[in-house]
């Protein structure tokens, strides 16, 4: 007995180890011989609640439609009407509908036009409804001699696809106006090869366009006749691109009969784990059987050669990535800043509490100036703040990384806010800690594909001189990641759910040169990283769902950049134009992610995600410091890549002070989405009170909030 069972093991890991898998399995059968004695074609709608079955009897043309109680179930069909269309097709091939129901079509070998070749439609009253045919009302367009035995059309019905048996090809037609037959072209086609005693019985396409299969039936009352081919699609819907599988699926009846079998169609909306046909032979049957993936009658659907798939995959692992440079960006620009204003001694002098970095609202309490940013001798023998610095940032940024020849196009929505204390520890140095939680919003391709990525992380800093005019920012953290994700293939759509941690550390060198009122100051900085993403299976589809191993992500980012500022002085106040360039070199080590069906554990890889990439980041604003407590800052970021994709943000704050119990502040950021914010905050008798409001401009639903706020320092 443990001698079988060691057997047993070892064949089914070799089976596994070499993809070997089931084949489609019988679930039931549906007899339509009272309906017609030559079932030729089959389809359902797309919630699986009707199904129809297209063929005749002797020269008397027939569609059969069916309710089932159970979706996809036809076991559980019964029959909803039997349309005689005989009076325009006698023999009737095949069926489909365009995409919203509304019109039908079936393709016949005989018309009553003269017996010819040609491909009938109809308008449907409602939606997937043959009882709500006007048999009488209908448009047909011929197509002679040929012989047309199966018909599809590619999603947006801008193609049609004809088996043409007379001339032993499929043919595509380019249809300029789309489900219109009459406005095809000449049409292209790719050659079948015709065996004796057999006979092109049915055609179809996967719904996103990679996968094409062909019927072939026996006609000599031989079960290896019944044959079903497959084809793979480079280009989706462009049969030009189609290679044939060298595996073919050979039907064998659960039942010791004859059949011949004829047309194919799937579940679309379920993720394609069932197959359907029909028997025309002495059974009249219309067939289901499950699939052990999607498609999977001879192989599986290929994730790796879906453009959306892998598009998902590399913006999971871009996203975690970006992630490290937008939570160091708050503490060095906050740095920068204060840097780039250290002689502004006056405001806080002018009780000024609320001051505003290039992307930020920050708030600042009960602080001087901190003199380790100022190499300002003079600052050196102020007493030491024991205050803590508080300051806060938000982002909104949007972007898109375009299409490359394996993977979708991406746009990205970024936002975020940091809160952050800091304090100088001595004369030189100062330390602090950051809060960051920020969304990504990525769209992959056109058909729904998404992840929302959320990211809490916190940060440890230190800022100091490393000499004249030198300065070195360090700075260490961690995220907890977690990410939801929908795959959608264009008829049925995953979801799953991704938890992951990040560490990272970040290193910034610079050196500003000064000449009057012009400062320049060239910077370096390395952005290093780990994370780790969890393993996580999608749910939603049985046979399409994937499952994904762990995937672990380096990240190692040089920066080489400078900044320019001036001061201006104005009339009651200063103006602080600055510019800022970036190169941006990622030299991390590329990553790879493992992931296999769950319902077969066939597995695929995707190597190489996100190799050495380079961009640019450029960004032009400027700081309005005025003697009445106006302060203005504004930026527009732009960061562009090395090739295709780009992100821009646009960054717009304020605060005004008019006495010294009194201010107001306000702030405008984003591109797409306008976010605005506007603060009064008024001291009295020891209590501050602020009123403060918001409102999203560009919001198809306004959002709208207001709060009052009453505190006090004891």
């Known amino acids: 007995m443990k001698n079988i069972k060691f057997i047993f093991t070892v064949f089914i890991g070799l089976?596994?180890?070499?993809?070997?898998?089931?084949?489609?399995?019988?679930?039931?059968?549906?007899?339509?011989?009272?309906?017609?004695?030559?079932?030729?074609?089959?389809?359902?709608?797309?919630?699986?609640?009707?199904?129809?079955?297209?063929?005749?009897?002797?020269?008397?043309?027939?569609?059969a439609q069916y309710s089932l109680s159970t979706p996809f179930?036809?076991?559980?069909?019964?029959?909803?009407?039997?349309?005689?269309?005989?009076?325009?097709?006698?023999?009737?091939?095949?069926?489909?509908?365009?995409?919203?129901?509304?019109?039908v079509f079936v393709i016949s070998t005989k018309s009553q036009d003269g017996d010819g070749d040609s491909i009938a439609a109809w308008s449907l009253a409602t939606p997937y409804d043959i009882t709500s045919l006007n048999v009488s009302d209908d448009t047909e367009t011929p197509f002679l001699n040929t012989d047309p035995r199966a018909v599809d059309f590619n999603t947006d019905g801008t193609k049609m696809?004809?088996?043409?048996?007379?001339?032993?090809?499929i043919a595509e037609y380019k249809l300029s106006t789309p489900y219109d037959p009459d406005s095809k072209d000449s049409g292209v086609g790719i050659s079948i090869t015709k065996v004796t005693n057999q006979r092109y019985q049915g055609f179809g396409l996967s719904s996103d366009g990679y996968k094409m299969f062909l019927v072939k039936a026996d006609h000599t009352a031989n079960n290896a006749n019944n044959v079903i081919e497959e084809y793979d699609l480079s280009v989706p819907f462009n049969i030009k691109t189609a290679v044939i599988n060298s595996k073919v699926y050979?039907?064998?009846?659960?039942?010791?009969?004859?059949?011949?079998?004829?047309?194919?169609?799937?579940?679309?909306?379920k993720g394609a784990n069932k197959l359907y046909y029909v028997d025309f032979r002495d059974g009249d049957l219309a067939r289901e059987f499950d699939l052990p993936c999607a498609y999977g009658i001879i192989s599986c659907m290929n994730p790796t050669s879906n453009s959306d798939d892998v598009g998902?995959?590399?913006?999971?692992?871009?996203?975690?990535?970006?992630?490290?440079?937008?939570?160091?960006?708050?503490?060095?620009?906050r740095m920068e800043w204060l840097r780039r204003n250290k002689d502004s001694m006056?405001?806080?002098?002018?009780?000024?509490?609320?001051?505003?970095?290039?992307?930020?609202?920050?708030?600042?309490?009960?602080?001087?100036m901190p003199s380790g940013l100022t190499n300002d001798n003079s600052s050196l023998n102020q007493t030491v703040s024991t205050n803590w610095s508080y300051w806060s940032e938000g982002t909104i940024s949007i972007g898109k990384v375009g299409d490359s020849f394996s993977s979708s196009a991406k746009s990205i929505n970024t936002t975020a806010i940091t809160i952050g204390a800091d304090k100088k520890i001595d004369k030189d140095r100062?330390?602090?800690?950051?809060?960051?939680?920020?969304?990504?919003?990525?769209?992959?391709?056109?058909?729904?594909?998404?992840?929302?990525?959320?990211?809490?992380?916190?940060?440890?800093?230190?800022?100091?001189?490393?000499?004249?005019?030198?300065?070195m920012d360090i700075l260490i953290g961690a995220s907890a990641i977690k990410t939801n994700l929908i795959n959608n293939s264009g008829s049925v759509s995953t979801d799953g759910k991704r938890n992951g941690q990040q560490v990272f550390s970040s290193i910034k060198f610079r050196e500003t040169f000064t000449k009057e009122k012009l400062n320049f100051t060239p910077n370096i900085k390395l952005d290093l990283g780990l994370t780790t993403l969890s393993d996580y299976i999608e749910k939603g589809a049985d046979g399409l769902n994937l499952r994904f191993g762990r995937q672990n992500i380096g990240t190692i980012?040089?920066?080489?950049?400078?900044?320019?500022?001036?001061?201006?002085?104005?009339?009651?106040?200063?103006?602080?134009?600055?510019?800022?360039?970036?190169?941006?070199?990622?030299?991390?080590?590329?990553?790879?992610?493992?992931?296999?069906?769950?319902?077969?554990?066939?597995?695929?890889?995707?190597?190489?995600?996100?190799?050495?990439?380079?961009?640019?980041?450029?960004?032009l604003g400027f700081d309005l410091i005025t003697d009445n407590g106006l302060l203005i800052t504004s930026n527009y970021e732009r960061s562009q890549n090395k090739g295709v994709g780009h992100t821009d943000a646009f960054y717009f704050a304020g605060s005004l002070s008019s006495r010294k119990d009194e201010k107001y502040t306000f702030g405008i950021d984003g591109m797409d989405t306008i976010n605005t914010k506007l603060d009064y905050k008024r001291s009295l008798n020891g209590f501050d009170i602020t009123f403060s409001s918001n409102y999203k401009l560009m919001s198809h639903i306004p959002e709208y909030g207001a709060n009052i706020e009453l505190s006090s320092a004891f």
């Open 15 to 63: 089976l596994i180890h070499f993809k070997v898998y089931a084949e489609p399995v019988f679930v039931s059968d549906k007899v339509v011989t009272t309906e017609m004695d030559t079932p030729t074609g089959i389809l359902f709608n797309p919630s699986g609640s009707k199904m129809y079955v297209t063929g005749f009897s002797a020269n008397t043309g027939r569609i």
């Open 73 to 103: 179930s036809i076991s559980s069909a019964s029959l909803d009407e039997n349309k005689n269309i005989e009076s325009v097709l006698k023999r009737p091939q095949d069926i489909k509908f365009n995409s919203d129901g509304t019109k």
């Open 161 to 169: 696809f004809i088996v043409e048996t007379n001339l032993n090809r």
């Open 250 to 269: 050979n039907s064998i009846p659960d039942q010791e009969i004859e059949e011949s079998i004829g047309g194919i169609t799937f579940n679309f909306s």
């Open 312 to 333: 998902s995959v590399e913006a999971q692992s871009s996203a975690t990535k970006k992630l490290i440079q937008h939570t160091s960006y708050p503490v060095l620009n």
């Open 346 to 368: 006056n405001l806080a002098k002018q009780n000024l509490k609320l001051q505003f970095s290039n992307e930020i609202l920050a708030s600042l309490s009960n602080l001087l």
């Open 430 to 471: 100062i330390h602090g800690f950051a809060f960051r939680f920020g969304t990504d919003d990525i769209k992959v391709g056109n058909i729904g594909s998404a992840l929302d990525m959320g990211a809490l992380s916190l940060t440890f800093y230190e800022t100091r001189p490393a000499g004249d005019d030198k300065f």
């Open 557 to 619: 980012v040089t920066s080489l950049g400078s900044t320019i500022d001036n001061t201006i002085n104005i009339n009651n106040g200063v103006l602080k134009p600055n510019i800022q360039l970036e190169y941006n070199a990622d030299i991390s080590p590329s990553s790879r992610q493992v992931f296999e069906y769950a319902s077969n554990r066939e597995n695929y890889v995707i190597e190489n995600i996100n190799n050495s990439t380079h961009n640019f980041k450029g960004s």
